[in-house]
């Protein structure tokens, strides 16, 4: 089965290896089957290591509490129409990505913006950051390098970064929640196009269950998109803590 993000031109495909957007990337040439794509819009931007880093670290359906204070791990709250969530960043192991995300917060770019699509088969997850409720695209800033090559996992409770399947380093301001342990398809495995996987960048420490209400949408097919909110689900702001 495939789902088609028809304004966006992404596939998403349950046969597929690859599967949502890691931060950003160049096109390298793969011999693998076509990657499961959680993708973004068709207007954004066109060394592997060893070993495996569990992202989260705690459950994030029993988070812990720790302070905020920590530059390498800052905390945002992201204010949604179903509630708020609070996600611990990973400047440690996706700097680049983290930066990029900030910067987006910091000059309002979330605000307004919906969840546009929930994808409720494996993968599971619900993508946003990039469409008002009316459907019109903000305006992304030029893609960031994918950092999936950091081996976090897209394990249930984390934030990754979406970017379109035909291009590694093609992230900008779209990003997805992962709704269930997702990274089969959706980790770095290589540096192949089909292989290199989507970043992930952080993990939820408070609200997952807003989360999970989000990924519970009721959704519909439109022209232009797939699966996507039949209420929208609205992002107020996103903001440091």
């Not at 800052?74 to 949604?80: A, G, K, N």
């Not at 970017?163 to 093609?170: C, E, G, K, P, Y």
Request: aromatic share 6%.
């Amino acid at each position: 089965m495939q789902f088609y993000f028809k304004s966006l031109a992404v596939l998403v495909s349950t046969v597929g290896m690859a599967a949502m957007t890691g931060c950003g990337g160049g096109k390298e040439a793969s011999t693998e089957s076509p990657p499961t794509a959680i993708g973004m819009s068709g207007s954004e931007g066109g060394g592997s290591q060893s070993g495996t880093t569990q992202v989260p670290t705690q459950s994030p359906d029993n988070p812990s509490k720790d302070s905020a204070s920590d530059p390498l791990h800052p905390v945002v709250l992201i204010e949604t129409s179903l509630g708020d969530i609070q996600v611990r960043l990973d400047a440690e192991k996706a700097p680049l990505t983290v930066d990029n995300f900030l910067a987006y917060a910091d000059r309002g770019h979330y605000d307004q913006t919906i969840f546009h699509q929930v994808l409720k088969e494996y993968p599971q997850v619900v993508i946003g950051g990039a469409f008002t409720a009316d459907l019109t695209e903000k305006k992304p800033q030029p893609p960031v390098r994918n950092e999936a090559h950091n081996r976090v996992e897209n394990r249930r409770g984390t934030i990754a970064m979406a970017r379109q399947s035909d291009a590694i380093d093609s992230a900008t301001c779209h990003f997805f929640f992962n709704l269930t342990d997702n990274q089969k398809v959706l980790d770095h495995k290589d540096r192949t196009l089909g292989g290199y996987g989507y970043c992930v960048f952080g993990e939820v420490i408070e609200g997952m269950n807003v989360v999970d209400k989000i990924g519970a949408s009721e959704t519909h097919d439109t022209r232009q998109f797939e699966q996507i909110p039949t209420e929208p689900v609205v992002i107020n702001s996103i903001r440091r803590l």
